[in-house]
Every structure is written in structure tokens, then in C-alpha cells.
């Protein structure tokens, strides 16, 4: 069974009970996600050998954080235990026109303080056959950037495949460089690159020619040329992935995704997603999908569409990971959707 190794931040999630508003709750439910633990738990569920490489806090806290992840059969034994906090964020589910809003508290965790050295990566990537990242972690800190360019150059010093999903958080590049002037290094030394129909743009400025994200459908051929644009940037690339969402309302998404492989562009199936439950971690969701397609060696058409299934499915689970299993996203793709009870 192939190994996956994934590096970034996990936090405690605390949202309201159903739609409440914040300043509506005197209750919150407390999860924990972030995106390479997203990507982890979601392959673990597939029945891929998954590890997950962070720093926490050695705290109470941080072993809830810890069995969080362990507790889906998630390896947790690289995780580096440090420093005194673990990042919180705050999620307000939108609902029809007004949209989900998420407050972080997140200056001083323990990934943010961490630096080259910390981790080692010798021991970390041991068995290690994919090391996936995400564009959150550089921008956490500077020496959050800087481990996640060793654990990059270490893999790929290994022969590791890397991927990388783009993930442009604006308020969170504020450590002194933007990710226009660090994501190039990085990117320049990755095989798959991962984004939404946005991320290009904000990180490299390539865009789709005419793509209208608020306009409730994204075309995919547009994002044929955002995907040519990447790889010849970065020659390294072998294949481009992007997630299409068209938003209609924050319950109402249309779901779609591209794969280009340097040749031909493949299209996923669309999805019309009429009653979001939570949208959060579906682009990581995506990217566990399109890893497990890979490493099963499926064809890229195949890949698209067992990635573009399985993140639709996410949007009807409660919390940051996908908790679907191989079987159900197949179902999905043969059913076409139709929800039938199954017995």
C-alpha cells in the first residue's frame, strides 16, 4: 500500500450549532481541521497509507488535536510536540445570500514558531511514495515556509512525487513576503500542482480569459490556458488540476474540475450541489481524491471524475475532513446522484 506524507497546520474549529449567527450562540462545536489533515484523514479513508507531519502544542489541547487525527488511522508518529498553543479558528455557516465568514486566531501556534531543524525529515519521509503540501503553510510564517521547502527538497531529493494545492489565503501572507514573491520557489520544484479557479490568478496572475466565478457556472476549456500558463512557468509540472465552483448562493454551488496533463484537458462530471451542508475542505477533499487516483493508477479522465465525486460528496459532511469511503464515490459516479436510500 503506498504511503502519503502530508506537512502543514491543523486548528480547532469552533462554529455556532446549525446556522447561528456568532453573535446568536452561547454554544460551539469544536472540531479540528486544516487542510493537509484534510487530505490525510480523506486518503486514510480510501485505504491509503497516510501520515501527517505538523507541530503541536504539548498540551491537553494538542493530544485532543493528536487523537483527532489518529483516530482514522492517520500515522501522527512525525508530528513534532512544541511550543504553546494550537490555532483556533472561528466558522459562521452562511446560508442562501449571506455568505460563511471565518474569524482566526491563530498568531503564536506552535507551526507558526517552528523552524529548519525541527523536523526530521530523513525519519518523517521513510516509506514515503507522495508528499503533499498546500500554499497555507508558507504562509503561516517564515520558518513555516522554510521547513515546508525542506520537506519539499527532501522528498524530491528521494524520488518522492510532490503536489501542491495553490490554497492563495490573503490574510494570512503578513510575516513580510507575499506569495508572489515565496510560492515560485516552491512550486518550481513540485510534479502536480493543485488549485481552485482563483488561486492562479492571485498567486502568479494567470487567469482564465473570461471566467465568471459569480456568475453561478465556470466554463472548464477556459482554464486550458491558466493550466498551459503553469506549466510553461514551471516546466517541472506534469499534470494541472483545478476545482470549478460556481457560486449561486452559500447553499447553492455548482461543482466541477479539470485535469490537464500537458496534452488534453479532461473534464470532470457537474455537479449541481442545491443544499450545502459544509463546503469547508472541499478543495482538500479534491486533492485526496485526485492522490488516491494517481497512486491507483487510474486514467486521468478517471482521475477527474473520482476527484470532482468524491469533493461533491464532502459538501453533504459536517466538519473539515471527508469522511466518504472508495465505494460511495464510485457509487456516485455510476448513480449520477440520485440519493436512493440504500439497503
Request: proline share 4%; hydrophobic share 40%; net charge negative.
Amino acid at each position: 500500500m503506498p504511503t502519503v506524507a502530508t506537512f502543514g497546520e491543523i486548528m480547532l474549529r469552533l462554529k455556532p450549532p446549525d446556522f447561528l449567527r456568532f453573535t446568536q450562540t452561547s454554544l460551539f462545536e469544536a472540531t479540528y481541521g486544516g487542510g493537509e489533515a484534510n487530505v490525510a484523514i480523506s486518503l486514510a479513508n480510501f485505504g491509503v497509507g497516510a501520515r501527517f507531519i505538523t507541530a503541536l502544542p504539548a498540551n491537553p489541547i494538542g493530544d485532543a488535536c493528536l487523537n483527532s487525527v489518529r483516530q482514522y488511522g492517520v500515522d501522527t508518529n512525525s508530528i513534532v510536540r512544541q511550543g504553546n498553543r494550537l490555532g483556533i479558528y472561528f466558522l459562521e455557516a452562511g446560508a442562501v445570500q449571506r455568505p460563511s465568514k471565518v474569524v482566526y486566531d491563530r498568531a503564536g501556534a506552535s507551526i507558526a514558531e517552528i523552524k529548519p531543524g525541527d523536523i526530521n525529515w530523513d525519519t518523517a519521509l521513510d516509506g514515503v511514495d507522495w508528499f503533499h503540501w498546500t500554499g497555507i503553510t508558507p504562509a503561516i510564517s517564515e520558518g513555516a515556509a522554510e521547513v515546508c521547502k525542506e520537506g519539499i527538497l527532501a522528498a524530491k531529493a528521494r524520488g518522492i512525487t510532490v503536489s501542491a494545492d495553490l490554497n492563495f489565503r490573503k490574510n494570512l501572507w503578513k510575516w513580510g513576503k507575499s506569495a508572489s514573491e515565496v510560492m515560485p520557489d516552491l512550486v518550481s520544484n513540485i510534479d502536480i500542482a493543485i488549485g481552485n479557479e482563483e488561486d492562479a490568478d492571485k498567486v502568479f496572475g494567470i487567469a482564465a480569459p473570461g471566467a465568471d466565478v459569480e456568475g453561478g457556472h465556470v466554463q472548464a476549456d477556459a482554464y486550458r490556458y491558466v493550466a498551459e500558463k503553469l506549466m510553461e512557468r514551471f516546466p517541472g509540472l506534469k499534470t494541472v488540476c483545478i476545482t470549478l465552483r460556481g457560486s449561486v448562493s452559500a447553499s447553492h454551488n455548482t461543482w466541477s474540475g479539470v485535469l490537464f496533463d500537458g496534452k488534453k484537458l479532461y473534464v470532470g462530471p457537474d455537479y449541481d450541489i442545491t443544499h450545502i451542508v459544509d463546503r469547508v475542505g472541499g478543495g482538500d477533499s479534491f486533492a485526496a481524491g485526485m492522490i488516491y487516483s494517481m497512486l491507483s493508477e487510474k486514467s486521468p479522465q478517471e482521475c477527474i471524475d473520482f476527484a470532482v465525486s468524491a469533493s461533491c460528496l464532502k459538501h453533504t459532511i459536517h466538519g473539515d475532513p471527508n469522511q466518504v469511503s472508495v465505494d460511495e464515490v464510485m457509487h456516485l459516479i455510476k448513480s449520477g446522484g440520485s440519493g436512493r436510500v440504500q439497503r
